[in-house]
């Protein structure tokens, strides 16, 4: 097939920021390079928000939000908006598509997915909007009823990894409830959320209800989270970001829905299917290269099918196609950066200082075409004990740590063992075993024989995995507050006898 060149994608892609209705420059003198992690060569230059610019990008939502025209829109109309929004990124798939792919290194066969995916979640709360719904309760003298009322502006900041997507379910549970938003995707890997600065504008949405800019954090996404206009922030990012959106928010009492990091386990029982579980495994370990929250890192295997269970694994692994992420053939991208292949490469190097055993991978690819990209092979490491470092931190990247074990009560105590619990899996054919183990375990999400959140699951962490929920009917409540209203229906009798 052919690669589409850069001189194509750089035509595709968006650069400008999006501030009360109007396409505008950032800060050229400060423009940022983005690259491509197949080859980091650059794609483009993004221009930032000025300090300025994200003061009138909240201005203009916060002033939007107040607005007779916003304030008009039924959730019919906020739900039709995001109908057409939907409609437009399915029209537009494979140019959302090859800019995720080339900003960050996943194989445009998984790209395609995830902007089908945005897709939904858009459609998903476009059919919320109007079903939004408060509570009754008879008082007797009295009757009380709860409104679910938007926010008013709310600040996004997007990560790098799969952008698109993790920026579309909040995005669109927020409109749905009647909120205005102020997004900040990375710099890393802003391309397909700029771009969808466009579709936004065709779709028609009222000035200043989406505002779009992007920045570092430490600046643009600093100014957004501790502006008293702000009234609730959403990000998706690693624990340590977290930590310091919470300090900040803090000063201006603004909530924030946070999903952080995660080190997934996978348990494993004796009773599964084998080649479903080894498809299963390799699935949940390495898909988009493991740079998501939600990855399984660790997996724990009854001692007595250990040997022959990582050796088919690990057989299946070093025939995944790696290369470059446009052509469709690929199925293994490159990590993000030169920076993330060292820093992971170096927390294998100390694994196995510690006393594990690197299986498989565990070195840059050397393959010929993948020489000038950010490539890790699948990396399996054995004899792997729950206090090593490789089995407590998040290392992002597909690197699976492997710990065999007698008892299933073992496995879930040493899954539980760990600072994080936003995804756990397990396999089993036993439907009651695979339950009670999936109740034990302390995570927010558990999927038995099964991989991957959808629109309608509620998705959100235990733990240092963040706060809140997305998708499904919980993220109504998190972007709405309630008001309580108490009518009295006899005549006041006052408290002072005078």
């Known amino acids: 097939m052919k690669i589409m060149p850069v001189s194509e994608i750089r035509q595709l892609a968006a650069t400008e920021l999006y501030i009360d209705g109007q396409f505008q420059l950032g800060s050229v003198v400060n423009a940022i390079s983005v690259t491509n992690p197949f080859n980091n060569e650059e794609i483009c230059r993004v221009a930032p928000a000025s300090e300025a610019q994200v003061q009138d990008a909240i201005g203009a939502a916060a002033t939007a939000f107040k607005a007779s025209t916003w304030q008009s829109f039924t959730g ?128 028609g949405f009222p000035p200043g209800c989406v505002n779009i800019i992007t920045g570092s954090g430490r600046t643009v996404g600093k100014a957004i989270v501790e502006h008293p206009q702000v009234r609730k922030i959403i990000f998706t990012g690693g624990t340590e970001g977290g930590h310091e959106i919470l300090q900040q928010a ?107 055993t690197i299986y498989c991978g565990g070195r840059k690819a050397q393959q010929q075409g993948l020489e000038k990209g950010n490539f890790l092979p699948p990396t399996i490491l054995t004899e792997v004990t729950p206090r090593m470092s490789v089995a407590r931190d998040e290392l992002f990247g597909p690197v699976l740590c492997v710990t065999a074990y007698r008892e299933v009560a073992d496995a879930v105590a040493m899954a539980n063992d760990s600072d994080y619990g936003l995804a756990s899996y397990v396999w089993s054919n036993d439907i009651r075993k695979s339950t ?39 993220a109504i409540h998190e972007y709405t507050q309630a008001k309580s209203i108490t009518v009295g229906l006899e005549r006041f009798t006052s408290r002072f006898d005078v």
């Open 250 to 356: 803090v000063r201006t009492v603004t909530p924030a829905v946070l999903e952080l990091g995660g080190k997934g386990p996978i348990i494993v029982c004796e009773d599964v299917d084998w080649d479903e579980a080894v498809d299963g495994v390799l699935t949940q370990a390495f898909a988009r290269k493991a740079e998501v929250c939600f990855a399984g890192t660790r997996l724990f295997v009854p001692a007595g099918m250990h040997d022959e269970f990582v050796a088919d694994l690990a057989a299946k692994a070093a025939r995944i196609p790696m290369g470059n992420p446009l052509n469709d053939r690929t199925q293994l991208g490159p990590l993000m950066s030169p920076e993330r292949l060292t820093e992971i490469l170096e927390k294998v190097d100390k694994a196995q200082a510690d006393g594990a």
């Open 76 to 203: 019919r109309d906020r739900g039709t908006l995001l109908y057409r929004l939907a409609e437009l990124l399915r029209r537009d798939l494979e140019i959302f598509a090859t800019l995720e792919a080339v900003d960050t290194g996943i194989p445009i066969r998984e790209t395609r997915m995830e902007v089908a995916t945005s897709a939904r979640h858009l459609e998903y709360y476009a059919g919320f909007a109007d079903k939004i719904e408060g509570s009754y309760q008879d008082l007797g003298a009295r009757f009380n009823y709860v409104r679910r009322e938007p926010y008013g502006v709310i600040g996004q900041i997007v990560p790098w990894n799969t952008p698109l997507k993790l920026m579309a379910r909040g995005f669109a549970a927020a409109i749905a409830c009647g909120n205005t938003m102020v997004v900040k995707p990375s710099v890393v890997a802003p391309l397909s959320v700029l771009r969808f600065a466009k579709t936004v504008h065709e779709a």
């Open 436 to 474: 009670k183990i999936a109740d034990a375990l302390e995570s927010g999400n558990v999927f038995i024989n099964s991989y991957g959140y959808q629109s309608e699951i509620p998705f959100g962490g235990y733990k240092m995995s963040g706060i809140g929920r997305e998708h499904g009917a919980e």
